[in-house]
């Protein structure tokens, strides 16, 4: 794999790329030019796949371990980055948790509260807090929300208080980097086709899920990958400060 920077490519950060959401993302982003860190918590042989994806079709990228919610680790994604292709212009804050049971708030476990409140908030805190320092001029940092904060569905108050938190930093951070030409959003997806989403529910349920919005289809994770590249590239450099709702119109 390629690690030669030349100046006239953006480049990306992409956490927790190795699949879903995040895997389509990457690979979007490599396909508008940008070279492209495709970070993972733990699934070594997936995230290479994703590498190799990109280098065949002649983009730039590597693989990158770091757990998101450990500070060292954050920066240390920041520094491989940039020795890796000369600086950071985009993040892409993906990496994130659900409790698959999906417990209404009285059941769910202090450990179940910590991990979402450890990945989804603090995770997502650290690399903000590291882009917020080393993101070059003209920048963009594209956090992670839900539309299950408009839904209101029961099972998810936890974790959609974690992305309430998110899209409350998104808004702030954007203004706290006034001067710097560097923008902050949040994309907010509803019901989406991932192997996290379909995972332990029934074909009934997926179907009623799918007929929920007005488009009557999940999302697909290159649907969410358009919005992110809108964020990350120039068409979408006036959108700053806001959670976009990728949903089909579900709310």
Known sequence: MSTTHTTSSPVAIVTGASRGIGAAIAQRLAADGHAVVVNYAGNHAEAEKIVAAIVERGGRAIAVQANVADAGAAKLLFDTATEAFGGVDVLVNNAGVMANELPHLADTSDAAFDRMFDINVKGSFLT????????????????????????????????????AAIETMTNMLAKELRGRNITVNAVAPGPTATALFLDGKTPERIEQLAKMAPLERLGQPEDIANVVALLAGPQGAWVNGQTIRANGGIV
């Open 128 to 163: 903000m807090r590291e882009a917020a320092k080393r993101l070059r001029t003209g920048g963009h940092i594209i956090n992670f929300s839900t539309s299950v904060i408009g839904l209101a569905l029961p099972g998810y108050a936890v974790y959609a208080a974690t992305k």
